[in-house]
C-alpha cells in the first residue's frame, strides 16, 4: 500500500493554494492560488481530470486559512491512478447522432458540476451512477442537478 506524500505548508500569508506533487521529482508545487476558495476548487478539479485523462497519476493538497493560519483541508481523492478511459471520451470518432452527443453533454455538464461542489475523483461506483443519471434526464433536470451542486461548492 502507497502512502500519500506530506504536503508542506505553502509560504507567506494563508490564502487557498492546491499543490500538486510531481512523483518524477518527489516535489510538490503551487499549482493554483486565490484570496477565494471557488477559483482554487474549479482549478483542482479541471488540472485532476486533464491529468487522469493524460493517464498521469494525481496527488494534491489543498491549503487554505482557518483561524488566521494554514490549515490541510481534505481533498476526498479516492484514487491515485487513473481508471480505464470512459467510452464517451474516447477520441476515435465524432458522435454519429445527435442523441450520442446530448449524452455526452450532459455527462460534461454533471462532471462540471461535481466538479465545482469538491468532488474531483470518482471511483468506479461513482462514474456508474453518473451515467446513470445521464441516460435517465433529459438536459434541463441535468443542468439543475449540476447548479445545485454547483451552490454547494460555493458554501
Same mark, same amino acid.
Given at each position: 500500500?502507497?502512502?500519500?506524500?506530506?504536503?508542506?505548508?505553502?509560504?507567506?500569508?494563508?490564502?487557498?493554494?492546491?499543490? %500538486?506533487?510531481?512523483?518524477?521529482?518527489?516535489?510538490?508545487? =503551487?499549482?493554483?492560488?486565490?484570496?477565494?476558495?471557488?477559483?482554487? %476548487?474549479?482549478?483542482?478539479?479541471?488540472?485532476?481530470?486533464?491529468?487522469? =485523462?493524460?493517464?498521469?497519476?494525481?496527488?494534491?493538497?489543498?491549503?487554505?486559512?482557518?483561524?488566521?493560519?494554514?490549515?490541510?483541508?481534505?481533498?476526498? %481523492?479516492?484514487?491515485?491512478?487513473?481508471?480505464?478511459?470512459?467510452?464517451?471520451?474516447?477520441?476515435?470518432?465524432?458522435?454519429?447522432? %445527435?442523441?450520442?452527443?446530448?449524452?455526452?453533454?450532459?455527462?460534461?455538464?454533471?462532471?462540471?458540476?461535481?466538479?465545482?461542489?469538491?468532488?474531483?475523483?470518482?471511483?468506479?461506483?461513482?462514474?456508474?451512477?453518473?451515467? =446513470?443519471?445521464?441516460?435517465?434526464?433529459?438536459?434541463?433536470?441535468?443542468?439543475?442537478?449540476?447548479?445545485?451542486?454547483?451552490?454547494?461548492?460555493?458554501?
Amino acid at each position: 500500500m502507497r502512502t500519500r506524500p506530506e504536503s508542506p505548508e505553502p509560504q507567506g500569508d494563508p490564502r487557498w493554494v492546491a499543490m %500538486l506533487y510531481r512523483p518524477a521529482t518527489k516535489s510538490w508545487r =503551487a499549482a493554483a492560488e486565490s484570496p477565494h476558495r471557488s477559483p482554487v %476548487l474549479y482549478a483542482l478539479g479541471e488540472m485532476t481530470q486533464t491529468m487522469r =485523462a493524460r493517464g498521469d497519476e494525481v496527488t494534491v493538497a489543498l491549503w487554505g486559512p482557518k483561524d488566521g493560519t494554514w490549515h490541510l483541508f481534505d481533498t476526498s %481523492l479516492k484514487q491515485t491512478t487513473s481508471p480505464g478511459p470512459h467510452p464517451e471520451t474516447e477520441t476515435s470518432g465524432e458522435p454519429t447522432s %445527435l442523441a450520442e452527443r446530448m449524452t455526452g453533454r450532459r455527462h460534461q455538464v454533471l462532471m462540471a458540476g461535481l466538479s465545482k461542489a469538491g468532488f474531483y475523483d470518482l471511483t468506479p461506483e461513482d462514474d456508474s451512477t453518473v451515467q =446513470a443519471l445521464v441516460e435517465r434526464l433529459d438536459e434541463p433536470a441535468v443542468r439543475r442537478v449540476a447548479h445545485w451542486l454547483a451552490s454547494v461548492g460555493t458554501r
